[in-house]
């Protein structure tokens, strides 16, 4: 998590040193007229240039001011609560830290409470889960590291949750069931078949697979776990787009979403390959490399491909490649070419066992 604490007071100055004494990886941006011999960042542009930057790129952003200069700084840069950072705003005697957006996905909430708790300010939180001690479905998939879809319907979950209404939970691996075991209105489900026909009025589902028709649901949010490795060989010069275009292919194909990708799997001799490395920074993915030699050592069920070998050295490249990145052999997709591209899907599984499609 990146971490940026700015001030404009000379007290406020003192407060952002001391808080950055307490996180690792925090820049603290000052102005230049409150300049020492530190690691603090200093800058001597209006405040209204200073701060759209920091809010464009980091992951929490503290603000030791007033809450309106803040409000009215950034209110033109806001984007969605899928993007936007988490901001507090404090003031420079540190009685207050407000959570001011990003609450539940960005985590200003739980950063408005960790800042009150090195300060002993009082933490300012105005979501309704946080004030009636609920969990919240979007706090605990930031928390679980799980992306949400579709984002619209979280509101209406959450509401749910307020109200006291009857909600099924499929979560086979336990990934946020436990924050929601003493609520005895979550009915927890082992199957999409088993939720869908419970007597509730919504339903959320932890799930990497694909679900056709969930953007017509209002009833329905799917936190998706980034446990598929995507294996990837191509041609040379092959497109980002035609890459992207064959991955999403062969995973619906598959009932697999790509929301749950988690990593790029691919040769060493791909590290130049601007496509792929397109390809996964479009998709904020990590891409792994592995050599021939070890490609060759893995257990891919396909058979040997010549051309691989005569072109890069080894066997093959998309099924090893996932299998190694996702440390077992849970391939979930055997490799599938398409075009100029070859794609294969692992499962990097926390326990055994793979989900079924609506429990079959």
């Known amino acids: 998590m990146i971490l940026a604490i700015v001030a404009i007071t000379e007290g406020g100055a003192q407060l952002a040193r001391q808080l950055g004494d307490e996180f690792p990886h925090v820049e603290i ?8 011999m530190d690691d603090c960042r200093y800058f ?3 405040l209204s240039q200073q701060l759209p930057p920091l809010f464009s790129r980091v992951d929490g952003l503290v603000c030791i001011m007033a809450t309106g200069i803040v409000i009215r700084t950034l209110a033109p840069h806001l984007k969605s609560k899928t993007s936007d950072p988490a901001v507090v705003v404090m003031d420079e005697a540190a009685q207050f830290a407000i959570s001011l957006l990003s609450g539940h996905l960005g985590g200003a909430n739980d950063l408005a409470r960790e800042l009150a708790g090195i300060t002993g300010s009082q933490a300012v939180i105005t979501t309704a889960t946080d004030i009636r001690d609920l969990p919240a479905w979007d706090t605990q998939a930031r928390r679980e590291g799980l992306s949400i879809e579709p984002v619209r319907n979280i509101c209406t979950l959450n509401r749910l949750l307020l109200e006291g209404a009857p909600v099924a939970l499929v979560d086979r691996e336990h990934r946020v069931s436990g924050a929601f075991a003493h609520l005895p209105f979550v009915r927890r489900c082992a199957t999409f078949a088993e939720a869908l026909g419970a007597p509730v009025v919504g339903r959320v589902f932890v799930s990497y697979r694909h679900l056709p028709g969930l ?3 209002e009833d329905l949010l799917v936190l998706r776990p980034r446990d598929l490795v ?12 035609e890459i992207g275009a064959a991955v999403d292919e062969v995973m619906k194909a598959a009932f697999l979403s790509p ?9 060493d001799a791909k590290r130049d390959e601007e496509g792929i490395s397109a390809f996964a920074k479009s998709r904020n993915l990590p891409v792994e490399y592995h050599g021939a030699l070890v490609l060759n050592g893995a257990h891919a069920p396909s058979a040997p491909s010549p051309h691989a070998m005569a072109a890069v050295g080894a066997t093959g490249v ?3 490649a996932a299998l190694l990145s996702a440390g077992n052999c849970n391939l979930l997709v055997t490799k599938k070419k398409r075009g100029a591209v070859t794609v294969a899907v692992a499962l990097r599984s926390r326990t055994s066992g793979a989900e079924t499609f609506l429990g079959r």
């Open 29 to 36: 941006h000052l102005p230049e007229k409150f300049r020492k």
């Open 230 to 241: 995507v294996g990837i060989g191509c041609r040379r010069g092959v497109s980002s787009q």
């Open 259 to 267: 929301m749950s990708l988690g990593c790029v799997a691919t040769i």
């Open 318 to 320: 998309a099924e090893p």
């Open 44 to 46: 001597d542009i209006p």
């Open 215 to 217: 953007e017509e649901r």
